[in-house]
């Protein structure tokens, strides 16, 4: 887990309250998409990050809570005459007693697609218009191996269980099981918020599909401050 926005970075009832949503499916999405990455200075947005370490050397489970506060400073001009969103993130260990500065990253807003990056990585999140199944790469602005990131789903009334949006969209980024492992990273996307929710999981199993070892990442958002 390299990057917390590129491989982020519960137990299964409680995961099902962090990914919950209704089953209404729109089945002739036509979105333009920027609508769901409504990113603007002055924005403040609290996430609530839930985070499980296994260990099979240690016969453990590790579970911490934390909060992530990312304030969107200003706009910064580009090179070729367009403009990024900075965003300062902090973190507090205290459920929101004190904050610590975490760091700064940038997202932007395309005609065809949305940008996010930290870490001196660019990720193309999202791609324009917006409807079910549209595959790209969402690695093509970075020096990493191409990677197919996929819309997955369309919901109206979509809810993280803290925060509902009218609208959401899910972006796959990979999922991969079988009898040894298992690998899930999606994020949603609403309306009017930006990202509400983002899973990762990297898990090594044994035998009788138990986990041995991996890592559970959870972040769902939980105030938004326009």
């Known amino acids: 887990m390299a990057r917390l926005y590129t491989g ?19 089945e002739n999405p036509g979105f333009s998409g920027p609508e769901f990455f409504a990113y603007d200075s ?13 260990s099979s050397q240690a016969d453990s489970v590790q579970y911490r809570k934390i909060l992530f506060r990312e ?16 965003i300062e993130r902090s973190v507090s260990y205290d459920t929101g007693k004190t904050w610590r500065m975490n760091r700064v990253f940038s997202v932007q807003n395309r005609s065809t697609h949305a940008e996010w ?10 791609s324009y218009p917006v409807r079910e199944k549209r595959i790209w790469n969402g690695n093509a602005l970075n020096s990493f191996e191409p990677s197919n990131y996929s ?7 979509y809810s993280n269980g803290l925060l509902s949006a009218e609208r959401a969209v899910r972006v ?18 609403g309306t009017g918020l930006g990202l509400m929710y983002r899973q990762y999981v990297s ?8 986990v041995a070892d ?13």
Do not use: M
């Open 8 to 26: 982020l970075f519960c137990a299964l009832g409680f995961l099902l309250l962090l990914a919950s949503c209704d089953d209404r499916v729109e």
């Open 42 to 54: 002055g924005q403040v947005r609290i996430y609530e990050v839930d985070s499980f370490i296994h």
């Open 71 to 86: 304030f969107a400073e200003s706009w910064i001009p580009n090179n070729d005459g367009s403009r990024s969103l900075r």
């Open 117 to 126: 990056w930290e870490e001196n990585v660019r990720t193309i999140v999202l």
């Open 151 to 157: 819309i997955g789903a369309i919901r109206s009334g």
């Open 172 to 189: 796959n980024r990979q999922a991969d099981s079988n009898f040894l492992y298992r690998i899930s990273e999606y994020e949603w996307y």
């Open 203 to 210: 898990l090594i199993k044994q035998p009788g599909n138990r």
């Open 214 to 226: 991996g890592v559970e990442v959870y972040i769902r958002l939980k105030g938004f401050y326009p």
